[in-house]
Structures are given as structure tokens and as C-alpha cells.
């Protein structure tokens, strides 16, 4: 069932969502060789509650950190340690946040010091999948033309788009109807109506889209061992015209 939002209620996940995207400010700052996943994941839970949130990822399904920080070819839900980031790395910083009851999510890809120019290019798209499906989140429009937008933008640089993970509605639960595939046929699923809530989250790979789960049970890795980015961004459907960005630290 989907939740359309209140105003008051799109206001607090404003508020969450906004230091989702602080924070993120912050981590990237600190993304440098020799740097643990560990260390950015106490200052993401620090920055959290220290402007009056709540990590909403910590105890969630049992998950024990804050931080979801996936390195290379780990797709999602890394698991923070004491792993040290290399010169040439890509992670994955994947957070979110709870302000009186209600969620932000919001996640980026960025590189540990130079990359290869083809990593670029991967981030790149898939940054830019991201605002393409997200410019197709408008009342009137079909839930599948978000996902169609995104994998036409992928596979036309090469690149394939994971399938295991989608979006997802958002509200008083991180995860809420509906999901947001991101591929598919346009003008399927729901239409799309004022008041919905959305998490718009590309998980793109550089060789195939299969994707596999490790032994504890969270961390997600390509089957091909390819490098992977993923973007993501809470979104809130606008009577007309396109989506406002939620997870931003200015008023979009």
C-alpha cells in the first residue's frame, strides 16, 4: 500500500534528509588512502545524532553500524571495519537518518584519490541515471518510466544495471511500497500522484548485472568481480513539474 505523504510529514523527511546529505559532505572530505570504513562510519553516527538525528540503518534487520560502505566491486551493504582504503578505490557511502519518526536515505560513489578514466565514466553515468530517473518522478507518469529512463541511460555507455537491489518508497519505514526498479518497459506499474516519497537508488556495474550476497549475510558483491557505483537520492513528487530533492543541504 502506498503512503501518499502530508506536507508536515514531506518537512521531516526533509529534515532527516538534509543531514543524510550533511553527512555525506562530510564523509567524502575524509575519503583518503589509508582511511578505514570503520572511522567514517563512527563519523557518520557521531554527525547523525549530534544534529538531532537518529542512524537509521544501525539495528536495522540486526545491521550493526551506521554506515553502509562498499568498496570496488561491493554493489551495497558493505559492512564497515578495519579495512584501509587504497589509492585508486571507489566506496559507497549508503546512510540514512530518522528526525521524530520519519526517514531520509541517501547514498554516493566517490573515488579514493585518481581513478582510471573508465571509473570516471562509470560514476559518472550513474550519477546522471540517477537525475534522469529521477526527472521522470512526475505526477502523471508511470512508476516503470523511472527504471526504463535509468537503464536506457546505463546500457547506452556500456555499463549493466543490478536488479537484486531497487528504490523503494519511504516514510515512517525505510522501506515502504513501492519498489522503484531500476530497469523495465516505460508506462507500467503505478501512477505516479503528488504526495509520494521516493528513493531513487541506480546500482550500476561495469560487466554483468548478477550480483551475489557473502557469508554475513549483508555485504553484496558483483558475481564478475566488476567495479560498481551506486547513487541515491529521496525524492518528493510535486503537484506539477519535477520532484523535489530531499537529500540536500540547500532547499532545491
Known amino acids: 500500500m502506498i503512503m501518499l505523504k502530508t506536507a508536515e510529514e514531506i518537512d521531516l523527511m526533509a529534515q532527516a534528509s538534509k543531514i543524510v546529505a550533511a553527512a555525506h559532505q562530510v564523509l567524502q572530505r575524509e575519503v583518503r588512502p589509508g582511511v578505514t570504513t570503520l572511522y567514517l562510519d563512527e563519523l557518520a553516527e ?58 531520509g536515505d541517501g547514498a554516493v560513489t566517490v573515488p579514493v584519490g585518481p581513478i582510471s578514466d573508465q571509473v570516471e565514466i562509470l560514476l559518472k553515468v550513474t550519477e546522471e541515471a540517477m537525475y534522469k530517473g529521477i526527472d521522470q ?27 537484486d537491489f531497487v528504490g523503494h518508497g519511504i516514510g515512517r519505514q525505510l522501506h515502504e511500497d513501492p519498489q522503484v526498479p531500476n530497469y523495465g518497459r516505460p508506462g507500467q506499474g503505478s501512477r505516479l500522484q503528488f504526495g509520494m516519497v521516493l528513493a531513487i537508488e541506480p546500482m550500476v556495474n561495469v560487466g554483468r548485472p548478477q550480483v551475489k550476497v557473502l557469508e554475513d549475510q549483508w555485504t553484496a558483491v558483483t558475481q564478475d568481480g566488476s567495479l560498481s557505483a551506486h547513487f541515491e537520492h529521496t525524492i518528493a513528487i510535486q503537484p506539477e513539474g519535477p520532484p523535489k530533492i530531499l537529500t540536500t543541504v540547500k532547499d532545491h
Do not use: M
Not at 558493505?78 to 537518518?97: F, N, Q, T, V, Y
Open 137 to 163: 518522478a512526475r505526477v502523471g507518469h508511470r512508476l516503470s518510466d523511472i527504471g526504463h529512463t535509468i537503464q536506457r541511460h546505463v546500457e547506452a555507455h556500456g555499463f549493466s544495471v543490478v536488479r
Open 46 to 103: 557521531t554527525f547523525i545524532r549530534d544534529h538531532g538525528g537518529i542512524p537509521a540503518f544501525k539495528g536495522y534487520r540486526n545491521f550493526p553500524h551506521t554506515l553502509c560502505a562498499s568498496v570496488n566491486h561491493e554493489v551495497v551493504h558493505g559492512i564497515p571495519s578495519h579495512r584501509e582504503l587504497k589509492e585508486g578505490d571507489i566506496i559507497g557511502l549508503d546512510l540514512g537518518a530518522i528526525v521524530q519518526g520519519f526517514y
